[in-house]
């Protein structure tokens, strides 16, 4: 008998705790199976949904299903990093428009003010005061079917209202979309002359739009995002594809977008997701952000950093699977920068990068992470929510836009990116954003990216997971992404994905 008066407490325990453990691995091994077996489900669904759009090739790596949008040389792109600086250059190119302001959202509201300057106007006063002079129009997505989740129908019809009460602005619901899908692009295009493509959604709905590099925690949930500011041919793209769903969901005719001259020296290419028989001018559908991701994924030889919303594409993860497992060569990493809590799918993304980390198999080539608001230590850390759709390949390969890494934006979303073929401005981004998140300036981030991931990423990330873990206080933005683990929810990731695609 022990100090505590009962025989054997140890050994029972220690009985229990395996016990436990043989019954967690039992249940990991299960849930890795038939993970496992509906993510092959769910591939096969895809590959057949392909093949009979006749978009097979996206879904062979090797492949190249073609584009319906060329490479457009010779053109000038701003990448704006976070809503603050965004935001003040959509202001701007609205309220200088002198023909026409074309924008499509996932949703809008009337009273978002698009800086945080006190004599800003409010978004429909801004379009009000153009409209006097100019022809704008706002084509928003006409919200679910059922309300079960925000932007409600009433919410939506109510904004629309809000635009165009005393106002010459025509506000469109575009309805057209596969069941419990959405348009999810968010596009801008002034005058024919300049466009806006991105993640950031013009409203104040969940959370601050107009965050800024600092990510201050005593403001509302701050939302890190991009948004590409173009000039030059590819901004007929941009026009013509947002002609082509007014054409359909209002039912006017819009002149073809003339092609502006070159402004810059970037090759730029427009990539889209629209579902089959959604629209009559795609009844086959458009994959082409698909086709991007898998073809840049597939060839990286170096580096392959993204930032979004979610992981859950089994397509993608396969590819990264592949590329951990079989690195092209022992420098070659993956990062990724996802949210800490995302709106939803969260056990759905830790599941994917639970096939991500049994790839990696402790070789220490994947490192995922997020961020939180942190200004100083007198300060509790505040949320910072990852909406940011990024993905950097090589220092080559460039990709922003709406479009996540999820069944709903590569499949059934309307989406659009850009992809810009411009080594310098790829370079840039990347060292901007990871300037921002480990909170060094850029002449310290500049340099070999495995050794930047392993001697500043890896460890401020981990030392700031250990804090959290010990009840400390933490002292910087950057931490690991909690609660991943190699069989962490490993069924959900293609279960979800049979759940949404149809």
């Known amino acids: 008998m022990d100090s505590t008066g009962q025989a054997g407490s140890r050994p029972a325990t220690s009985a229990r705790v395996r016990q436990a453990l043989r019954g967690t691995a039992l249940l990991g091994a299960v849930d890795e199976r038939l993970g496992a077996g509906l993510d092959g489900l769910v591939r096969a669904h895809h590959r057949r949904r392909l093949s009979r759009l006749g978009w097979a090739p996206v879904?062979?790596?090797?492949?190249?299903?073609?584009?319906?949008?060329?490479?457009?040389?010779?053109?000038?792109?701003?990448?704006?990093?976070?809503?603050?600086?965004?935001?003040?250059?959509?202001?701007?190119?609205?309220?200088?428009?002198?023909?026409?302001?074309?924008?499509?959202?996932?949703?809008?509201?009337?009273?978002?003010?698009?800086?945080?300057?006190?004599?800003?106007?409010?978004?429909?006063?801004?379009l009000a005061e153009v409209a006097q002079r100019a022809q704008v129009r706002l084509l928003l997505w006409g919200g679910p079917p059922l309300p079960l989740f925000k932007p409600t129908r009433a919410m939506v019809a109510e904004a629309c209202a809000g635009f165009t009460e005393r106002s010459n602005v025509r506000c469109v619901l575009d309805r057209r979309e596969r069941t419990m899908h959405c348009h999810h692009e968010k596009l801008v295009i002034v005058d024919g002359e300049q466009a806006f493509v991105g993640g950031i959604d013009l409203t104040d709905l969940a959370g601050d739009r107009r965050d800024n590099p600092l990510h201050r925690p005593d403001r509302p949930l701050g939302w890190h995002d991009a948004a590409t500011q173009l000039r030059g041919p590819i901004v007929a793209d941009v026009a013509n594809h947002f002609a082509q769903r007014w054409r359909e969901a209002a039912g006017e005719e819009l002149a073809p977008a003339a092609v502006p001259p070159p402004a810059g020296q970037t090759a730029i290419q427009l990539a889209r997701t629209v579902p089959e028989r959604t629209y009559r001018f795609a009844p086959r559908g458009d994959f082409s952000i698909l086709d991007q991701y898998l073809n840049a994924l597939s060839n990286a030889?170096?580096?392959?950093?993204?930032?979004?919303?979610?992981?859950?594409?089994?397509?993608?993860?396969?590819?990264?699977?592949?590329?951990?497992?079989?690195?092209?060569?022992?420098?070659?990493?993956?990062?990724?920068?996802?949210?800490?809590?995302?709106?939803?799918?969260?056990?759905?993304?830790?599941g994917q990068l639970g096939r991500l980390l049994a790839a990696d198999d402790g070789h220490r080539r994947l490192l995922a992470t997020t961020v939180n608001a942190l200004a100083d230590r007198t300060v509790r850390p505040g949320r910072v929510y990852v909406h940011a759709k990024v993905g950097i390949v090589d220092d080559t390969w460039l990709t922003v836009g709406s479009a996540n890494l999820n069944e709903h934006s590569l499949?059934?979303?309307?989406?659009?990116?850009?992809?810009?073929?411009?080594?310098?401005?790829?370079?840039?981004?990347?060292?901007?954003?990871?300037?921002?998140?480990?909170?060094?300036?850029?002449?310290?981030?500049?340099?070999?990216?495995a050794r930047i991931i392993d001697e500043l990423w890896r460890p401020i990330a981990e030392e700031q997971e250990r804090r959290e873990?010990?009840?400390?206080?933490?002292?910087?933005?950057?931490?690991?992404?909690?609660?991943?683990?190699?069989?962490?929810?490993?069924?959900?990731?293609?279960?979800?994905?049979?759940?949404?695609?149809?």
């Open 469 to 502: 873990r010990n009840g400390e206080p933490r002292t910087h933005r950057l931490t690991l992404l909690p609660n991943v683990s190699r069989h962490a929810e490993r069924l959900q990731g293609p279960l979800r994905g049979l759940l949404v695609d149809g």
């Open 59 to 126: 879904s062979n790596p090797d492949g190249n299903a073609g584009f319906a949008h060329p490479v457009r040389e010779g053109n000038a792109v701003r990448v704006h990093i976070d809503g603050d600086d965004a935001l003040a250059a959509v202001a701007k190119a609205i309220a200088e428009a002198k023909s026409f302001v074309h924008i499509a959202g996932w949703f809008a509201s009337p009273g978002f003010r698009l800086t945080r300057d006190a004599d800003a106007p409010a978004l429909r006063d801004l």
């Open 411 to 449: 499949f059934n979303d309307t989406e659009v990116n850009v992809v810009i073929h411009d080594p310098a401005i790829a370079r840039a981004t990347r060292l901007r954003l990871w300037s921002e998140h480990l909170q060094r300036p850029e002449d310290e981030v500049n340099g070999d990216p």
């Open 301 to 350: 030889e170096s580096l392959v950093y993204l930032e979004n919303q979610f992981l859950w594409s089994t397509e993608v993860v396969d590819v990264l699977a592949h590329k951990l497992s079989r690195p092209p060569r022992d420098d070659f990493r993956v990062l990724l920068m996802l949210p800490e809590r995302p709106n939803n799918g969260a056990d759905t993304s830790r």
